[in-house]
Every structure is written in C-alpha cells, then in structure tokens.
C-alpha cells in the first residue's frame, strides 16, 4: 500500500541541525511532490515547504528560507527536511505528506507520515 | 498569504448529533484548491475533502464540504465516536499554503 515512512524522535540542543528523512513506498515516487509540516503544541499546522522528487526542485516558505533545505535521494524513494540554526520554538511533529494529484504540488495531501517529533531544548 | 479563520474553536456536541465547522478565507480562492483534515491525538491527519466537495477515498459519506469564494463549510451529518477530533481547513492553491488554526469537535 501507499505510505510514508519517517525517522524517529530527535531530541537537539538550540542552534544545532536536525535531519528527518521520509521513505516511500507503494507509488512511483518520482510522480507526485512531497511536502512538508510541522504542529507545534497546542498549535495549528504550519506549511513549511515542497519538493519535486523527480527533478529535486523546492519552493520553500519564507519564514524558514535560510533554514530549511529540502532534499531527494531516488534510488531509496526517501526525501529529506534538514532544519538549521535550532531554536526552542522549532519544537513540534513534524510530517511529510505526499500530494494526491501527479505533477502539480497545488494539491491535497493524500497520504501522510507517521510524524517525527523533534525537541529543542538546552 | 491567505488566512484562513476557523469557527469556532471548539464544538461541543453529543454522538449523533450535527456538527457544521466554518472557514473563512481572508480572500476569495478557488475551490478546486480547498480542503479539509481530521486528526486524533497521536495520529497524522487524514485528508477528508478536496476541492471543497468531493470525499477522499474511503471517508464515509456523513462528511460533506460545500462552500466557494471565502466562505467553506464541513458538516458532519451524524457525529460517530472515532469523529471527535480536531479539524483543520486548508488552501493548496496560492503559495505559501496555509491551515486554518483548527475546530476541536468534543464530546459533550
């Protein structure tokens, strides 16, 4: 079946970088965009930005630009969201979601990660 | 950026009633880019509608979307136990895509 499979909880100092990978399976992976969120707790869900597996292009929102890199492995359908420059407010679930709709990332989000809990604390 | 307000914050309803979440976008948006998620604790959201209206695969057919221009609606005919849960709206169509802050449905 379709899904996607994230890395487990990490826990960072603030100013330090966390990395998150995202397997999928069950699709040709090269077909549809992934994006990113994150909830913080006791917040909504915050876009963070998307990534094309196919040709590796991003679009990045502007809050973390500067911050986050998104990046593509093909040859183990895995997508990776590296956050630098940690803060206490970067703690949250973080989840990829893949879109429903090929070739286009302005699409509903059809299948979801298991979420990654990432903790920012001294 | 679009901002997308949600009404209201919670929704305190017993199991069978009716439950209708709102959505109000802060401009007019297409609503072929328009949807709305369920999430439980613990879990990942689960996508519900797409393109304002139509159900994703598998969601039961007590969910229903409607609504275009700013205003987007969620109803759930006849709540279900596993249907108290947090409810998110959400715009894919203008960059930066944006959520809505989100209705809790609770159990009276």
């Known amino acids: 079946q379709v899904q996607l499979v994230q890395s487990g909880a990490e826990v960072k100092k603030p100013g330090a970088s966390v990395k998150v990978s995202c397997k999928a399976s069950g699709y040709t992976f090269t077909t549809y965009y992934i994006h990113w969120v994150r909830r913080a707790p006791g917040q909504g869900l915050e876009w963070m930005g998307v990534i094309n597996p196919s040709g590796g292009d991003t679009s990045y929102a502007q809050r973390f630009q500067g911050r986050v890199t998104m990046t593509r492995d093909t040859s183990t359908s895995t997508v990776y969201m590296e956050l630098s420059s940690l803060r206490c407010e970067d703690t949250a679930v973080y989840y990829c979601?893949?879109?429903?709709?090929?070739?286009?990332?302005?699409?509903?989000?059809?299948?979801w990660g298991q979420g990654t809990m990432v903790t920012v604390s001294p | 950026e679009i901002v997308l307000t949600q009404s209201p914050g919670t929704l305190s309803l017993s199991p069978g009633e009716r439950a209708t979440l709102s959505c109000r976008a802060s401009q007019s948006l297409s609503s072929s880019y328009f949807g709305w998620y369920q999430q439980t604790p613990g879990q990942a959201p689960r996508l519900l509608i797409y393109?304002?209206?139509s159900r994703a695969t598998g969601i039961p057919d007590r969910f229903s979307g409607s609504g275009s221009g700013t205003d987007f609606t969620l109803t759930i005919s006849r709540l279900e136990p596993e249907d108290f849960a947090v409810y998110f709206c959400h715009q894919y169509g203008s960059s930066p895509l944006t959520f809505g802050g989100g209705t809790k449905v609770e159990i009276k």
């Open positions: 979601a893949k879109v429903g709709r090929s070739s286009s990332w302005y699409s509903a989000f059809d299948i």
């Open positions: 393109g304002a209206s």
